[in-house]
């Protein structure tokens, strides 16, 4: 009886030119997340997109599309053909399936098919009147309903539903370009990505490993959590660049005053990852920073940092709180990960009493301390690349054979 998913896009009003565009984009990411069930089939209508299940159970489904960006809502809906009879028959197979006589309920029709010979009034209290006929114990509640049954009557025949399941909302994966985000093994980062996915986005994936003074372990620990977002992408696999970071911190260490260390080491982090993003085609850097959360992330401290580079640097995070931050991670699944012990290469240098309020002078007299520019160089020329793909196959490559 259930055959039909039925989607409804997002912030498309937004973008009325663009709309076509976007629908497409959106279907398209549909049926490639779905493409572990062949005997879908799926129809697009307008502004409707239709997923025909062909006696496929909608379970599965349903977590799926929930994390399809673009999708505002959608509904498992029954079809009948757009004719009365059918539809009081419907009607009334689709009430049974519910809990009806411990909540009210009411009939919302939309009449779509304006060649239909009644009204949606003339629907609806004709169809209410067939419901309390067949069905003991059936309440209605016009103005406080528990659920509404909606009947909606279109050309392309008759859909009823009861249930309405939001999805991610946001724009289409992908429509606006690439971003390259900082990734770590920490809560907050992971959600960063999140944040501009949904809203859009690609992202490449840069983390900066330090070993030994960073375990495998850690490094997996970022593996495992970008794995996590590739499924919200539009081509279901995402690129993380691993930057051998340990010479540069070990330089740093060796050379810099220790309460510059970490301005002095998230200035090599940005120009890195402005390298990267350049060569990736990526428009803008994101990262995880959220205001005041620690030392490197005072306003002052942003302000020096973000200093060497002009490339737009997105912080979703910016102004939450951690209890929202790690309310959001459980959410989305990333938290147990996140809180794994082991350390990535902030943690491991990390001076006793940091700067909070860095003067740009001083953090370039350090770091000219060492010849950062060659070793910038160098840590690029051995950056590897991890394709995370949705299906959990990996593949490696150097940076130069994504070209
Ligand atoms: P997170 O929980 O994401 O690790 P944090 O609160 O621990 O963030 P910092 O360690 O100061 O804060 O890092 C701020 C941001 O810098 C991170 O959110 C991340 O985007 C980026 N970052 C930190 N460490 C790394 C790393 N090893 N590789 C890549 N990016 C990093
Ligand atoms: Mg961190």
């Known amino acids: 009886m259930n055959d039909h998913i039925l989607i409804r896009y997002g912030e498309l009003s937004l973008k009325k030119s663009n709309r ?41 489904i349903i977590p799926i599309l929930k994390k399809i960006p673009g999708i505002y809502s959608f509904s498992v809906v029954a079809r009948c053909e757009s004719n009365i009879e059918d539809i009081k028959k419907l009607a009334i197979e689709v009430l049974k399936e519910k809990d009806y006589q411990n909540a009210k309920f009411k ?41 509404i049954l909606n009947i909606d009557v279109r050309y392309e025949g008759t859909f009823i539903f ?20 900082m990734i770590s093994g920490g809560i907050d980062s992971v959600i960063a990505g999140y944040e501009v996915i949904k809203k ?28 996590e977002l590739t499924i919200y992408t539009s081509n279901q696999n995402i690129n993380l660049h691993v930057v051998p970071f340990t010479k540069i911190q070990d330089e740093i260490y060796k050379h810099v005053r220790e309460d510059y260390g970490i301005t002095v080491m998230r200035r090599m982090m940005y120009r890195i990852a402005e390298s990267l993003a350049n060569k ?11 205001v005041g959360q620690v030392a490197s992330q005072t306003l002052e401290s942003m302000a020096v940092i973000n ?79 991890i394709r995370l793909r949705s299906d959990k196959k990996y593949e490696v490559f150097k940076t130069e054979d994504l070209f």
């Not at 549909?30 to 006696?55: D, M, S």
């Not at 350390?343 to 770091?367: G, M, R």
């Open 280 to 290: 990736q085609g990526a428009q803008a850097i994101v990262n995880g920073e959220s």
């Open 107 to 147: 009939v919302d029709t939309n009449r779509g098919d304006k060649n239909f010979p009644m009204t949606s009034q003339e629907i609806t209290k004709e169809v209410s009147r067939e419901l309390f006929r067949n069905l003991q114990g059936l309440k209605a509640d016009v103005h406080n309903p528990d659920f």
């Open 162 to 181: 009861t249930d309405i399941i939001m999805g991610l909302g946001g724009f289409p994966a992908g429509i606006l370009g690439k971003t390259m985000l």
């Open 307 to 385: 200093n060497v580079t002009n490339m737009p640097v997105i912080r979703p995070l910016a102004t939450l709180d951690k209890s929202d931050i790690i309310e959001k991670s459980m959410k989305i699944g990333t938290y147990d990960i996140s809180i794994r012990p082991y350390e990535d290469c902030c943690t491991v240098f990390v001076p006793k009493h940091p700067q909070i309020k860095p003067k740009l002078e001083v953090a370039i007299n350090e770091e000219n301390k060492f010849d950062y520019q060659t070793l910038i160089e160098e840590a690029l020329e051995n950056t590897e690349v």
């Open 20 to 60: 076509n565009q976007f629908i497409k984009k959106i279907n398209n990411h549909i049926e490639r997340a779905l493409k572990a069930f062949p005997n879908l089939t799926f129809e697009a209508r307008g502004l409707r997109f239709y997923i025909i299940l062909n006696g496929e159970s909608e379970l599965p």
């Open 200 to 227: 859009g986005m690609d992202v490449e994936a840069v983390h900066f490993a330090s070993p030994p003074h960073t375990s495998d372990m850690a490094l997996q620990k970022v593996v495992d959590l970008l794995q």
